[in-house]
């Protein structure tokens, strides 16, 4: 089995001359560094995210149709699930389509997080005499006093807005669920800020406030697609032929 550290390797390669690339011909500090890094690639994941958000789309002009399945097969879970494969096989839509661009991110954020307490990078950071970015004292040490504070807050607040919009844009997830996953990922920073380096918590960051814009343009640019009801599928669909007549025998 290939070591994780040999899979992540390129990754980390890659993260490190894109801030490289920001930090010495651009000139940015190394904080503005890794938001730049996130929008770079946030926007490479672009394509992925369109097809995720269409797929999303697609889901929500579909929601009157899939209450109507799971409303009929409620009482037989197995027969439900059978339903509902062959529902999306149908329509060409794939439920699990929207997880795929936040898969792609988790191996750059490990590689980000390996790259930040790696001994080159370090050395690097401190040779430049730039660890600080606003109140953050170093993006390559563990937050301090308020500084851990107000990066809860963004973390928190950031998380929980972005979620709010991604649900807005789920139609299968709703009501006590959607409050639930909303405190569930806002109460990561409580675990996730003070453990991880600082700049870590600033790609986070700048991720999710990405996904908020990002919702907002995709509300304009991407509209749900019209999609007929299930009794207008229904209807739409060539009546069955009859029954061929059997010859009667002499």
């Not at 080159?120 to 970015?133: C, I, L, P, R």
Request: with cysteine.
């Amino acid at each position: 089995m290939i070591p994780l550290a040999d899979i992540l390797q390129p990754l980390e390669d890659a993260a490190e001359a894109v801030l490289d690339f920001f930090h010495d011909n651009v000139g940015l500090s190394w904080g503005t560094s890794i938001i730049a890094l996130t929008i770079v690639v946030r926007a490479f994941l672009i394509p992925l995210t369109y097809r995720q958000i269409k797929g999303m789309r697609a889901l929500q002009a579909l929601q009157p149709q899939i209450k109507q399945i799971q409303e009929k097969f409620k009482n037989d879970r197995q027969r439900m699930q059978q339903e509902m494969m062959r529902f999306y096989q149908q329509n060409k839509v794939n439920p699990l389509a929207s997880c795929l661009p936040l898969i792609l991110q988790l191996p750059i954020f490990f590689a980000l997080f390996r790259l930040l307490r790696g001994n080159n990078f370090e050395e690097d950071v401190k040779a430049g005499g730039e660890q600080s970015w606003f109140f953050i004292e170093s993006v390559i040490e563990k937050p301090h006093g308020a500084e851990t504070a107000i990066l809860m807050i963004l973390f928190a607040g950031s998380m929980a807005l972005s979620t709010v919009v991604t649900m807005r844009s789920s139609p299968s997830t709703g009501g006590s669920q959607q409050y639930l996953l909303i405190g569930a990922f806002s109460l990561m920073g409580l675990f996730f800020v003070p453990t991880f380096p600082a700049g870590l918590s600033l790609y986070w960051i700048t991720t999710n406030f990405w996904t908020v814009l990002q919702s907002y343009a995709a509300a304009r640019l991407i509209p749900a697609p019209q999609m007929p009801s299930l009794e207008e599928a229904q209807a739409a669909k060539p009546p069955p032929p009859p029954p061929k007549k059997r010859k009667k025998r002499r």
